[in-house]
Nanobody
Framework: QVRLVESGGGLVPAGGSLRLSCAASGLALSTNSAGWFRQAGGKDPEFIGAIRWFDCRTNVAESVKDRFSISRDKDKNRIYLPMNSVTPDDAAIYYC?????????????????????WGPGTQVTVSS
C-alpha cells in the first residue's frame, strides 16, 4: 500500500524559513517522480515543483524558484521542500504527490491529475 506523509508545516513568520518533508512507503521511488503542490483556501491547487528520482533533476515553478527548492534522500525515501523568505502568499496546505516515471520519460508533470498518489497535506501558516 502506497503511503505518503508530509510533515514540517506550522506557523512561520514572514521572511522566515521552513522545510517540509514527505515520507514515502509502499513503492519504489526509483521508478517514480515526486511533486509538491499547494492549495490555499478557495483556490485551485498550484504546482510547486517536482523531482525525478532516478537522476535527481528538479523542476521548480517560476513563482517560487528563487526561494524554494526540492531534494530527496534515497536512503530514507524522503522528499524535501525547503522554503526560504516565506510571504503570506505562501500560506497553504502543502501536498506531496508521486507518479510513476520511467528513466526514458523526461516529461515534467505539472497537473494534479497526473499524480495518482497523494499525502494528506501539511498546513503552512505565515504570520505577517
Amino acid at each position: 500500500q502506497v503511503r505518503l506523509v508530509e510533515s514540517g508545516g506550522g506557523l512561520v513568520p514572514a521572511g522566515g524559513s521552513l522545510r517540509l518533508s514527505c515520507a514515502a512507503s509502499g513503492l519504489a521511488l526509483s521508478t517514480n517522480s515526486a511533486g509538491w503542490f499547494r492549495q490555499a483556501g478557495g483556490k485551485d491547487p498550484e504546482f510547486i515543483g517536482a523531482i525525478r528520482w532516478f537522476d535527481c533533476r528538479t523542476n521548480v515553478a517560476e513563482s517560487v524558484k528563487d526561494r524554494f527548492s526540492i531534494s530527496r534522500d534515497k536512503d530514507k525515501n524522503r522528499i524535501y521542500l525547503p522554503m526560504n523568505s516565506v510571504t503570506p502568499d505562501d500560506a497553504a496546505i502543502y501536498y506531496c504527490a508521486v507518479r510513476p516515471q520511467a528513466p526514458f520519460d523526461h516529461r515534467w508533470a505539472v497537473r494534479r491529475n497526473e499524480y495518482p498518489y497523494w499525502g494528506p497535506g501539511t498546513q503552512v501558516t505565515v504570520s505577517s
